[in-house]
């Protein structure tokens, strides 16, 4: 069992950064693949960043690449979510995932995620 709490989400201007966080309890967090996603208002969720267990691993959705950076600390129980050069379309409710040893194929999907957090709010203004 593995329970997350996400935090760091708020307004900021376009170009502006966030850092989000998600703390993890439970004892497989070490051996979870870690995602975020995000959802829009009217919009389904979709994969933002997904992280290997040992952090060797990242891949990123087309749309964050180069602006986003996803990272582990498995000391703290923790996965982060840099957020640089942020747009309008940015803004959504971002959600940490969890599961149990993902391909990197399986890694892009939400389906595959056992665990979420309840979600923070990022709102950017133009």
């Known amino acids: 069992q593995v329970q997350l709490v996400e935090s760091g989400g708020g307004l900021v201007q376009a170009g502006g950064s966030l850092r989000l966080s998600c703390a993890a309890s439970?004892?497989?967090?070490?051996?979870?693949?870690m995602g975020w996603f995000r959802q829009a208002p009217g919009k389904e969720r979709e994969f933002v960043a997904t992280i290997s267990w040992s952090g060797g691993a990242t891949y990123y959705a087309d749309s964050v690449k180069g602006r986003f950076t996803i990272s582990r600390d498995n000391a703290k129980n923790t996965v982060y979510l840099q957020m640089n050069s942020l747009k309008p379309e940015d803004t959504a409710v971002y959600y940490c995932?969890?599961?149990?040893?993902?391909?990197?194929?399986?890694?892009?999907?939400?389906?595959?995620?056992?665990?979420w957090g309840q979600g923070t709010q990022v709102t950017v203004s133009s």
């Open positions: 995932a969890a599961a149990p040893l993902l391909t990197p194929a399986q890694a892009m999907y939400r389906y595959e995620y056992n665990y």
């Open positions: 439970g004892r497989t967090f070490s051996r979870s693949s």
